[in-house]
């Protein structure tokens, strides 16, 4: 693995899960998006994204042990892709994603110190500058203060 600060990859959730939900925001169904194979296959790689960034927070004591659950689900979807729920993966998007995201920026990612976040943030756009939806959200997320 490539030598990151730990807290960037805090920012790769966030824009993972912002990814999720922009792709997830053209369907009205687990089945409409499973047929969908460049929006599914998009949803599940993001969701892979975001497992392992938490396996690297939690191991680094950036996110609680109780998003354990986040890691098993990607180890679930990595390791047995044709046995993928599609509805299961739709219930995550549509009732525990926004509570993830949520922790994540309240939690964890506005408690850092003021020059580190605009650093990472700064990093961030850079990274995804050809992305305007994922810029947009993470202007709003630089400018929610910290807690």
Not at 23 to 30: D, E, G, L, M, T
Not at 79 to 98: E, P, R, T
Not at 126 to 137: G, H
Request: charged share 30%.
């Amino acid at each position: 693995m490539s030598k990151r600060v730990y807290e960037l990859f805090l920012f790769d959730i966030f824009v993972a899960i912002c990814k999720i939900e922009i792709v997830a925001s053209n369907f009205k169904s687990a089945q409409d998006l499973l047929h969908d194979f460049v929006s599914w296959d998009s949803v599940i790689r993001e969701f892979e994204i975001v497992g392992e960034a938490t396996n690297v927070c939690i191991k680094a004591e950036l996110i609680d042990e109780k998003y354990r659950i986040v890691v098993d689900f990607r180890n679930k979807i990595v390791h047995h892709y044709f046995g993928i729920d599609d509805d299961a993966v739709w219930s995550i998007i549509q009732n525990n994603l926004i509570e993830y995201k949520d922790y994540i920026v309240t939690k964890i990612i506005n408690i850092q110190d003021k020059e580190l976040k605009a650093e990472l943030l700064k990093s961030t756009i850079q990274d995804n500058k050809i992305y305007p939806r994922i810029i947009e959200k993470l202007t709003i997320l630089n400018q929610q203060p910290k807690r």
